[in-house]
């Protein structure tokens, strides 16, 4: 994949638009929403396009056009998150905290593939629920999902990841700052458990404003850093399924089959991301534009979230399991333990 194929033809474009005004509108209301009543526009918009999952069926004048969004305006709002990163952006947090942060990813990805096995899930599943969880919640979820081989359950497990995360990282907006103050943090510290612990950004900014103005500021600064993740991650898991071949699995259990197809080496959208992150270091992206790109990065991922929880049938959803949920939780209190652990021993 290239650069390129985040543009679409014209032809694309006109059997796309019924199905991509549809996921658009869908997202539009689940903003308003959220606007009005506080849930996730995330999470609405998810619910919301499980209603219309007729919309996505076979022959549909939608179904084109649901497909390209739940795929390629996807993309695109993960390439222009890179647009919030640069080398000060790390700089300015200091190395010790980076170095937990990076750290929390690592393990939480890994601990993710070892407990998977404890509960019957595949290595899919492993790295699209432990990526979400260690990185950026939905938005992960989304891009690590563009790049693993697809199989037969795969829009089931990416609309279970997404919805997990984002109703624990509701969970956590309310909870965490209150274990903030039992575990005696000061507001830096506290900036910092919050934003390497908490899946979505915007939780992360709602629980970091609600302790104070420096912890507020200090959770998002450290929430980035985890977002700056994203790409090195991706690019990782590519090159790994890659190199050892692994294109399938055979069922629930997560036996390696044929039946997928390996991602590309590097991923456009990946692509995308480093040469914004690129840019923005060299301080090329003026602040006004930064914004406006963080704007459209969060409205892409809406939209296409919108498409694929249209795309996805909620039954087929409930067929997750228990154990699928027990791993996410498992992976959600690892990475809040490491890090409340990474503090204290940080002092």
């Known amino acids: ?71 390629s305006v996807l993309r695109l709002g993960v390439a222009l998150l890179g647009a919030r990163i640069s080398v000060e952006l790390l700089a300015e947090l200091g190395g010790p905290a980076i170095a937990l942060m990076v750290a929390g990813v690592v393990l939480t990805i890994l601990f993710a ?77 506290s900036g910092v458990f919050l934003g390497g612990t908490i899946h979505d950004v915007a939780q992360v900014v709602g629980a970091g404003f609600s302790i104070s103005e420096e912890s507020g500021e200090t959770a998002t600064l450290v929430k980035l850093i985890r977002v700056s993740m994203l790409a090195p991650v991706v690019l990782c898991f590519s090159l790994a399924i890659r190199a050892r071949g692994l294109t399938g699995e055979a069922g629930e259990g997560g036996g390696e089959g044929g039946g997928g197809k390996a991602p590309p080496l590097l991923p456009g959208f990946v692509i995308g991301f480093l040469a914004l992150a690129g840019l923005n270091s060299f301080g090329l992206i003026p602040a006004p534009v930064a914004d406006l790109a963080a704007g459209l990065s969060r409205w892409a991922l809406l939209v296409s979230i919108a498409a694929v929880g249209i795309k996805t049938s909620l039954g087929k959803m409930l067929e997750v399991g228990g154990g699928a949920i027990a791993l996410i939780v498992a992976e959600t209190v690892f990475l809040g333990v490491f890090v409340v652990a990474g503090l204290h021993l940080l002092g």
């Open 1 to 71: 994949m290239t650069m390129m194929t985040l543009i679409p033809s014209r032809r694309v474009l006109n059997d796309a638009f019924p199905g991509l005004a549809v996921s658009v509108l869908v997202a539009v209301t689940a903003q308003f929403l959220s606007e009005h009543y506080g849930a996730p526009a995330m999470l609405l918009a998810l619910l919301l396009g499980l209603a219309l999952n007729f919309l996505a069926e076979p022959g549909s004048r939608t179904a084109p056009g649901i497909e390209f969004t739940a795929r």
């Open 113 to 189: 593939l070892a407990a998977s096995r404890l509960v019957g899930r595949g290595w899919r599943f492993a790295l699209l629920t432990g990526g979400s969880v260690a990185i950026c919640g939905a938005s992960a979820a989304m891009a690590i999902a563009a790049v693993l081989p697809r199989h037969r359950k795969s829009e089931r497990d990416l609309v279970f990841t997404v919805l997990s995360v984002t109703v624990l990282s509701t969970v956590a907006m309310v909870l965490y700052p209150m274990l903030a103050d039992a575990f005696g943090f000061t507001a830096r510290d």
